[in-house]
Each structure stands twice: as structure tokens, then as C-alpha cells.
């Protein structure tokens, strides 16, 4: 990311920031405008707001989950709706993802993820003296027997106990751009359950990306598959879906854990930014978010394809090298041969960027450990225009068949 910052001229296939001619400013400044144009709303909005956030929007966006998931007709029906109680509004999901780092887990505790997964909760994890286990995923997402084996085999070597969750990005996933298969999300939650013997093994699950979605239909969240409301973890965020700047994330929690990391919250911020909770509260009131939402799919959507195409015509006829086909999202991932590395310090980084291209090594992607693989890397298309796009895949094409 500062090789981009510092170096304007590359193309930078790394980053996974939105686009930003995307980005909803008219959309923005109408919800500001009627916001405070409303002087008891104004007013209250530049003032302190409560450690869980803004009533009227975290009534809103458990609503719209719940609705969300009860399209999906294969998805069991609830056994529970969740409280108010259970939602608290972050500054952005990564801060919700920290606040549970810090409620969870106590130094040599564990958390399960994809191999690969998100680098950046990876990190926050063992910023905390915890660490995580990787799972094989495939194209279906994390594979539920292998989690089975690890979880089997930690609880025959007496190490269960350290487990304290599992994490998954379950939508169009970073970094691959792959969603949990809803035939694995039952599986997942009742084999969280089946090894919670002396501690509650949380699933925590990412949808950070679930509205970006320009293929097929909205599935139900594995959130949905927790009958009893004691297991999953659901984590959001309009980061993605209509501006980063807000900083605005979200999270419906169990019971068990929503005290906590409430408390951790208030000593921290007493609230994240009121302001921008009330400017995206009214953005939904005024029924901006909805267009702007099938814009972005049709964005990315032509964004993915445009890189695909790339892709087809300049590294498949290398021959040696594959790459998933993402539903939705942000990303590609592309696997190379097992001889060809893709770190900052290999040959392929260096030729690459004397090109002019970035892109960000698979190796960050993956726990510390054996199941780290170094022949991988992610590319975004969501900053660059399709030309730039075309141009970089080609360009990167270039360096691989030098070093291939």
C-alpha cells in the first residue's frame, strides 16, 4: 500500500480499496444535507452517542439480516431472534474483529481460519499472543473435515481447551474471492458446537463482502445456521458497499460474549463516531443505499470480468498457473508452480514491479506455520479502471513467463 501511495505512476493490483469514482458523494451529501437540516437530529448527531451505537440504525440492520437470510428458503428458521442488545455499531468491522481479539483470547489460545484467510485479522490475532491454525479451503471454502481433523486432533492431545474460535470470511472471500458453500455452513457451526466440551468455540464469521455479489443469488449467513444464537459471531461493514470514510461496521453477537466486548468498546472510544452513524442511518431512511449497492455489483462485476479476460488471454497460455473465478467481491487469487515464488524478495516481485505492476504475495495470507504456501498472490479489481487493469495483467503476465 505505501508503494502505491509513494509511487502514483504503477498499477497497483494490490490494495483492496473500492473504487473510488464509485465512491457515493451525492448520495452522501443528500443524507448530510437532511440530517442537519433538522436541528433536534443535527444537534444530536455532533453529540456523544451510546458505546453501542445509534438505536434506530442497529434496529435497522438487524432487521435487514434477519430478512436476509429469511429469503434463503433452505435456510433453517430460527429458534431465536436476536435482542438490540446483541448489536453494536464499530468504527468499521476491523475494529469489532480487534474487540474480539482482545475478549477471546489470552496469550498461547488459538484461533482456526481458512489457509488461506484475511492477513489483517490473522495479525490481529497474534498481536495478542494467540496465534492461528490454518484449514484447507478449496472452492467451496473451508473444508469441514479437515477442521474436524484439527479440531479431533487437538482434543486427543489434550490442547482443545485453547481453541477459541473459528474464523471464516464467508461471502466472496479475501483473498480469494470464494464463499463458504451453504451445504458446509451447518457443518461448520454444529461442529463448533459438538467440540465447545469445556469452553464455547465461537464461530466468528466475516460478510464483509456480501453485498458485492454480481453472480447467482444471496445464500443465508452461517449466522442463520445457529439455531440456538449461542455459537456464530456475525461481522459487517459498509465499508465496502458504500464508503470507507464513514467507518462504519457492525456486529450481532451471542449473549455470552456481547457484555465484553461492549466494555472493552466503551473504554476504549465511549461510542465509534455518532455523526457518521446518523449520516448512514439517513442514507437508508432516504433509500440511497439500495441503488448504490447495484451499481457497485454492476461496477465490479464488469471490473472481475475485465481481469478474467486478461488473464484468459495473457497467463492461462502459460499453462502452469491457475486461478479462481470469484461470484463477487474484490478478488482473484492466482496459484502458480510450486517452484516460483511471490514474496517481496523473489524474482517475480522484483520483474513485476520494474514493470510497474503490485500485487500482494499469497505467503501474507497464511498462518505462520508448515501450510504456508509461497507460490500464490491476490490481485484487486476494485481500484483500477479496466484499461489499467488489462494493462497490468499483462504486465504481470510478462514478468511470470520471464521467470517461468
Sequence with gaps: MQQALDNPGLISLAAGFVDPESLPSAASHSAAASLLSQ?????????????RGDTPLRELLLQRLLAHDAADAAAPRAQHTPSLDQVILTAGSNQLL??????????????????????????????????????????????????????EAHAAAGTLQRIKAIYTVSYYDNPRGVSLARSRRAALVALAERYSHTHRIYVIEDAAYRELRFSGEDQASVCAYDTSGETVIYAGTFSKTFSPGLRVGYGVLPKSIAPAVSALKGNIDF??????????????????????????????????????????????????????RPKGGLYVWLSLPANVETGPTSELYARAREAGVLYVAGEYCYPSGPERQKNALRLSFGVQSEERIQLGIQKLAAAMREVI
Excluded: I, W
Design 39 to 51: 436541528p433536534l437530529l443535527a444537534r444530536a448527531a455532533l453529540q456523544y452517542g451510546s458505546v
Design 98 to 151: 480487534a474487540l474480539l481479539a482482545d475478549a477471546l483470547l489470552d496469550p498461547g489460545d488459538a484461533v482456526v481460519c481458512d489457509a488461506p484467510s484475511y492477513f489483517v485479522f490473522t495479525g490481529l490475532v497474534e498481536s495478542v499472543g494467540a496465534r492461528c491454525f490454518g484449514v484447507a479451503a478449496d472452492a467451496d471454502g473451508m473444508r469441514v473435515d479437515a477442521l474436524e481433523q484439527l479440531l
Design 271 to 324: 461510542g465509534s463516531p455518532y455523526l457518521n452513524q446518523c449520516v448512514l442511518a439517513e442514507a437508508l431512511k432516504l433509500g440511497l443505499y439500495e441503488p448504490h449497492v447495484e451499481q457497485l455489483r454492476a461496477l465490479y462485476a464488469a471490473k472481475a470480468a475485465c481481469m478474467l479476460s486478461a488473464l484468459d488471454e495473457h497467463v492461462a497460455p502459460l499453462g502452469v498457473c491457475s486461478y479462481e
